[in-house]
């Protein structure tokens, strides 16, 4: 334990704690995802599902792994950009940029925040049942919780569809520089496996994107209904 609170006071080991936790949340994105795409099997499939989630021994205890890692890494990445900033307080002058300084290496921290306000609302919605309690409560002919009927009925409002429409898009951008940097936290340096790994977060990131986006853009567009 106190090697592990050593490490994790070094910059090199906070940037690995940072990258690892991230790895360890695309994991959980990726069930997620799959989880999210019964949608397309219909109601019972997805009802199923979530009822098997829902009322699994071991529910809780992922999610109290889930907390610790959004915590983990939220706090991490703050940490080390605070961290950054003070390190280099005199700013670069125009068109002295820093290779890092691109557009998405400057917003990294600014679209992880979205996430997480994002998540926030994310779970008061779905999880919680506060945004829309009409949608929240209802339940399936077997008596179970309505989890179709739910996000169904939610994506049919259009507002509804577009804020997680815009929010997976601020999800891909902050996936994509994160895979991205990843090769380099790992030390991975040369040029061959570089641009490899550089199409493979695109990807990966795209994937999670356009798999998460395509739900409330089916309801949306009524390709999907109760
Ligand atoms: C369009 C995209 C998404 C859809 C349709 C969706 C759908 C859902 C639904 C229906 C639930 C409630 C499940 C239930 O009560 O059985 C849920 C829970 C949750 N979602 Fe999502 N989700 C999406 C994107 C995301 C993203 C991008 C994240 C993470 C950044 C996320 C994180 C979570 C978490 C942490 C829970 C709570 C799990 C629990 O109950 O412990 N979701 N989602």
Redesign the pocket.
């Known amino acids: 334990m106190g090697r592990l609170d050593g490490l994790l006071n070094t910059s090199i080991g906070q940037k690995l704690a940072l990258a690892a936790s991230g790895v360890a949340l695309i994991g959980f994105?990726l069930v997620?995802l799959l989880g999210?795409l019964t949608l397309f099997q219909g109601p019972e499939v997805m009802n199923a599902y979530?009822h098997w989630?829902?009322t699994h021994p071991l529910?809780w205890a992922?999610?109290v792994g889930?907390v610790t890692l959004f915590g983990l890494h939220t706090t991490l990445a703050i940490r080390l950009a605070l961290e950054n900033h003070r390190a280099r307080p005199i700013r670069y002058a125009a068109g002295l940029r820093s290779q890092d300084s691109t557009f998405l290496s400057r917003y990294i921290v600014l679209t992880g925040l979205l996430?997480l306000a994002?998540?926030v609302y994310?779970?008061l919605h779905?999880?919680v049942g506060a945004v829309q309690p009409e949608h929240a409560r209802l339940l399936d002919e077997q008596g179970r919780?309505d989890?179709y009927g739910?996000?169904v009925r939610s994506f049919g409002e259009p507002a509804v569809a577009i804020s997680?429409l815009v929010?997976?898009t601020i999800?891909g951008l902050h996936l994509f520089h994160g895979l991205r940097s990843l090769s380099q936290t790992f030390g991975v340096n040369h040029e061959t496996y570089v641009g490899a790994i550089r199409w493979a977060a695109g990807g990966l990131a795209l994937a999670i994107v356009v798999g998460?986006?395509s739900?409330?853009l089916s309801v949306w567009l009524g390709w999907i209904s109760l």
């Open positions: 994105l997620h999210n979530a989630m829902q529910l992922g999610r889930l996430v994002f998540l994310h779970l779905f999880t919780h989890v739910m996000v997680y929010a997976m999800l998460n986006a739900i409330p």
